[in-house]
């Protein structure tokens, strides 16, 4: 458990019933600024719930999340709505909206949520698509652009906003394995340059144990392993051994991790940023 000095997200006892049915089981869980969280676990885990949490979509039946020292769920309408700003969502399918030009996507949230002038809003949302390489495509339609640039586009709109912490909803599905890992190499690109605190939720084991700090696993709405890869690895439970080895997963993908900047060493990045914001 990482000390309280370092938590950035801190969920605690989360419950969450849907009439008799109990999908959360008082999940426990604590997410290190800077720090890259995967969680994994297979269909009716409980992982798509857990993020509906994070970012204040749904009220837990029981339980609470601490983001930076406050709970989410004791805000009003509209104190989340101004909470929600430091969060930022990668959507499984990019959420673009068709009928927008890549730039007019990412300068969306600029335009609803801030009263920049265009001018400033064109900066940020050019300056974002160039940080991701996908400033060339500006004017094109999602439809005119592959899946992975796609990808780069929608992460670029969740960075916009300048968010404390990033949720990532299976970003490799159905990404072919080269641009997978390509994804992969922009999360962690994220992460090193903008001390961005992760949480990434996937099927994917490649990815899960590439670009992990930690990873928790979910089974029927309950943590049954969390710490880093070598300590899952090693957790002695049969159905947490079995969903990562039928996986195919090769133990030696991470042996490279070791010149990984860690979580703590971007914390004072991450600190800076929002001191910034806030002078």
């Known amino acids: 458990m990482l000390e309280s000095t370092d938590a950035h997200v801190v969920v605690e006892g989360l419950v969450k019933r849907y009439g008799d049915r109990t999908i959360l089981h008082g999940l426990d869980m604590t997410i290190g600024r800077a720090e890259t969280l995967v969680v994994i676990g297979g269909s009716g885990a409980g992982k798509s719930t857990l993020v509906r949490h994070l970012i204040a979509l749904?009220?837990?039946?029981?339980?609470?999340?601490?983001?930076?020292?406050?709970?989410?769920?004791?805000?009003?309408?509209?104190?989340?709505?101004?909470?929600?700003?430091?969060?930022?969502?990668?959507?499984?399918?990019?959420?673009?909206?068709?009928?927008?030009?890549?730039?007019?996507?990412?300068?969306?949230?600029?335009?609803?949520?801030?009263?920049?002038?265009?001018?400033?809003?064109?900066?940020?949302?050019?300056?974002?698509?160039?940080?991701?390489?996908?400033?060339?495509?500006?004017?094109?339609t999602p439809a005119q652009i592959s899946g992975g640039m796609a990808k780069r586009v929608g992460i670029a709109r969740a960075l916009v906003m300048e968010p404390e912490l990033l949720i990532y909803d299976e970003p490799t599905s159905g990404l072919d394995p080269v641009t997978s890992r390509t994804v992969d190499s922009l999360i962690e690109e994220m992460r090193e340059r903008f001390g961005v605190t992760s949480v990434v939720i996937t099927h994917d084991m490649v990815s899960a144990f590439d670009i992990a700090d930690r990873i928790a696993m979910l089974i029927k709405g309950r943590v049954v392993a969390q710490g880093s890869p070598a300590e899952v690895l090693a957790v002695d439970n049969a159905d947490v051994q079995g969903f990562i080895t039928s996986s195919g997963v090769d133990v030696k993908r991470f042996e490279h991790r070791g010149n990984r900047k860690t979580a703590a060493e971007l914390a004072g990045r991450a600190r800076e940023r929002k001191a910034g914001r806030a002078e």
């Not at 983001?67 to 959507?91: E, N, P, Y």
């Not at 030009?101 to 002038?117: G, M, W």
Request: aromatic fraction near 8%.
């Open 58 to 140: 749904e009220r837990p039946t029981a339980g609470r999340i601490v983001i930076d020292g406050t709970d989410i769920a004791s805000l009003s309408d509209v104190q989340l709505a101004k909470a929600r700003r430091r969060f930022g969502m990668v959507f499984q399918k990019y959420a673009l909206f068709d009928s927008m030009s890549v730039f007019d996507n990412v300068a969306f949230p600029l335009r609803e949520q801030t009263k920049l002038s265009e001018k400033d809003i064109r900066e940020k949302a050019m300056t974002k698509l160039k940080e991701l390489g996908v400033d060339h495509a500006a004017t094109l």
